[in-house]
């Protein structure tokens, strides 16, 4: 949708204002024309660059005027303005990050300076009336308080959308997405997002290039990795390049990755391609400004890493630096903070020891018993039987390569036996012909 600064009076508007001509932007801001529709039309000018960028600076809005009409299409594109306006610090700072010193510059009493602060400090002063908030913003901007009201949790519901247009209703659809995803609602998202898309296409580039992302991820976690879902995975990834939104542009690869690492149980090529996205995304992002999502293209390149045939000596180089990755994911996760991930994390890990060419191959088997019993203990065995199980299963595997048999089928026994009582006959399956091994090798040395 093109820039636009609509005329109508918020506060009078009948019900079909919304289809009325724009006025052109030298009529608007000619001094000689003095009235609150034109003033409002200003203020309120369009396309806004809500859900751009990162929140909460993402749901600020943008006054209008000619000195922020290239400004609000440059943001609402996914790109960060060279420079901004002097009246706009307060916009300028929050886009930095300076949430403190955003909020502390506005102090004016307009609907935009009003609904911003009601943005940056959701429940501190001034408390402001949102009922009134809400008409002051007018027919088309007013449903943004719900939005924010339902991003921070204040409203069980999305709003309802009541004629919103462009970004505003995109960002209205996003919502309904949002909420019917978390019911497990996920044709009923799929179809919001879609909306959501149309709506945003023309006006604004950014929020619908990030629409399409997750439209496509989407896809991606119901259909699997078909032809289709990454022909729009690559559209998106080819919309989200041409902007700033860095973590947006990571968050892509790790899912064109992943989607190409599935497809590696059937195309073994795949899995070299997987490796690119991941590796892209690492160049974008850092182990500062965006830990978790780091850590999760760390874990999954260290997989891809793993899984590839070791055909020459500098393949074990690989090797090495999936051993890395995941230590690094691991100063991210930990059992507080991220049990699932840090028990997966260190079973990586550990397998990788044990399986990885070294010149101390006994340190490394030491440190894997070592890492699967973290994960024994924190897989309880009444909650997670089968995590427990492979746990120790692993650990089992590690003790006997390090020679200690006793230890390792007491251990193997253990991990059978859970199986069995799970109704998991191949990994039992699995596990007695471990033991099958041990049993044969009983007496042979360890290694030095």
């Known amino acids: ?38 003033d409002t039309a200003v203020r309120y000018a369009r396309p806004q660059p809500v859900g751009v960028f990162p929140l909460p600076a993402g749901f600020l809005l943008v006054p209008g005027g000619d000195d922020t009409a290239e400004l609000r299409r ?62 002051a913003l007018g027919a088309e901007l007013g449903i943004l308080v719900d939005v924010v009201r339902f991003a921070l949790g204040d409203l069980v519901e999305p709003p309802p959308l009541a004629g919103e247009t462009g970004e505003i209703a995109a960002l209205v659809h996003s919502t309904h997405a949002a909420h019917a995803m978390a019911a497990g609602r996920t ?50 990834l080819a919309a989200l390049d041409a902007t700033d939104l860095v973590v947006a542009r990571a968050e892509l690869r790790l899912a064109l990755g992943a989607a190409h690492q599935e497809r590696a149980r059937d195309d073994a090529a795949a899995l070299r391609t997987a490796v690119e996205h991941y590796l892209a995304a690492l160049r974008l992002i850092s182990v500062d400004s965006a830990p978790e999502l780091f850590a999760a293209i760390q874990v999954n390149l260290a ?28 100063a991210v996760y930990t059992p507080e903070t991220h049990p699932e991930q840090w028990a997966s994390t260190q079973l990586n890990l550990a397998n990788a020891l044990v399986y990885a060419p070294s010149a101390h191959q006994k340190d490394n088997l030491i440190e894997a018993a070592a890492r699967y019993q973290q ?3 924190a897989r309880d065995r009444d909650t997670d039987p089968l995590g427990h199980a492979r ?11 390090l020679g200690a048999y006793d230890q390792a089928t007491a251990v193997l026994r253990e991990a059978r036996t859970i199986f069995e009582e799970s109704g998991a006959e191949d990994a039992a399956l699995a596990v007695r012909g471990v033991l099958d091994e041990v049993a044969r090798r009983r007496g042979a040395p360890g290694p030095a």
């Open 1 to 38: 949708m093109p820039d636009r600064d609509t005329a109508t009076d918020p506060a009078t508007a009948a019900p079909a204002a919304a289809d009325t001509p724009a006025i052109d932007s030298p009529a608007i801001d000619s001094p000689a024309i003095d009235s609150p529709a034109i």
């Open 74 to 135: 440059t943001l609402a594109a996914g790109r960060r303005p060279d420079t901004w306006p002097a009246r706009l610090l307060a916009l300028e700072l929050a886009y930095r990050g300076d949430i403190v010193g955003a909020a502390d510059q506005l102090d004016g009493d307009d609907p935009i300076d009003r609904y911003n602060r009601f943005v940056l400090r959701p429940g501190g002063p001034p408390v402001e009336d949102l009922a009134q908030l809400r008409q």
């Open 187 to 236: 044709g009923e998202a799929a179809g919001a997002l879609g909306r959501a898309v149309a709506a945003a296409w023309e006006a604004s580039p950014g929020l619908a290039a990030q629409l399409l992302s997750t439209a496509a991820d989407l896809r991606r976690s119901v259909e699997g990795p078909t032809d289709d879902v990454l022909a729009d995975l690559s559209t998106a």
């Open 303 to 330: 997989t891809a890493y793993l899984a590839m045939p070791m055909s020459q000596a500098s393949d074990q180089l690989r090797i090495g630096v999936a051993i890395q990755g995941l230590r690094t994911a691991l």
């Open 375 to 377: 994960v024994i203990v």
């Open 391 to 401: 746990a120790l299963a692993n650990q089992g595997n590690a003790l006997a390569h």
